[in-house]
């Protein structure tokens, strides 16, 4: 069973659209979730969020998670082609575990 | 800054062939990690090292092996490859988040591997 499920796995939009990614997570001790973009090549780091309702904003690009629901959400305004690609999940836990789990991704392509 | 650095980037291996993926990163960290990418899949990780000399098996070990003789370094060894590795390969060390204590990843450029 997967601890991190993303949705939409693939979302097809057109420039100037605002799309909203999803993120819940099943962990018993939580730690934080990150979020990465991935374009080609490596991951790189977007945000981390530890704490319910606080928004993480960097740009056009801003992030939120509900501890209580266990989810979170990265919202992308005015998007352009260069924010196509995969934006990955995270999660990590508590005591002692030294692991980040990853969902699958959300492949977004932005069209022209 | 080199930060992580993965080779080879590409390789093609006929089964039953071993090799190894090579990572170092210049950051000083404790903590490195391999992960291997399938389509659709997202990241898993394969092994993890808390230091040097200590290793320990992640979700889908079977099939590699790694070592950590320095903090440098921290090797992905295929013994006898199996179509089923073909995927994305990621190295990546850990930055701890000195506010909130959480882990921040930083990942190798990848490494592709084939094996036909």
């Known amino acids: 069973e997967d601890k991190v499920v993303q949705s939409p796995l693939s979302l097809v939009v057109h420039e100037g659209d605002t799309v909203t990614l999803n993120c819940s997570y099943e962990v018993t001790n939580f730690r934080s979730l990150l979020w990465y973009k991935q374009e080609k090549k490596a991951p790189t780091f977007l945000f981390m969020l530890?704490?319910?309702?606080i928004e993480k904003k960097s740009g056009r690009l801003s992030s939120i998670l509900d501890k209580k629901e266990l989810f979170s959400i990265l919202n992308i305004t005015a998007t352009q082609t260069g924010d196509s690609a995969i934006y990955l999940c995270?999660?990590?836990?508590?005591?002692?575990?030294?692991?980040?789990?990853f969902g699958k991704g959300t492949k977004l392509t932005v069209n022209p | 800054n080199a930060g992580v650095t993965q080779t080879p980037k590409f390789r093609i291996l006929k089964i039953g062939q071993s090799m190894t993926l090579q990572c170092t990163q210049d950051m000083n960290h404790n903590y490195m990690y391999w992960y291997r990418q399938d389509p659709g899949m997202g990241l898993k990780l394969i092994y993890y090292s808390v230091g040097a000399g200590i290793t320990d098996k992640g979700e889908v070990p079977n099939g590699y092996n790694v070592s950590r003789s320095t903090t440098e370094d921290f090797p992905l060894r295929l013994e006898l490859a199996a179509p089923s590795q073909t995927s994305v390969y990621f190295c990546?060390?850990?930055?701890?988040?000195?506010?909130?204590?959480?882990?921040?990843?930083?990942f190798g450029a990848g490494s592709r591997l084939t094996v036909l």
């Open positions: 990546a060390s850990r930055t701890r988040d000195r506010g909130s204590g959480a882990n921040v990843l930083t």
């Open positions: 530890t704490s319910s309702g």
């Open positions: 995270a999660v990590e836990e508590q005591g002692g575990s030294e692991k980040l789990v």
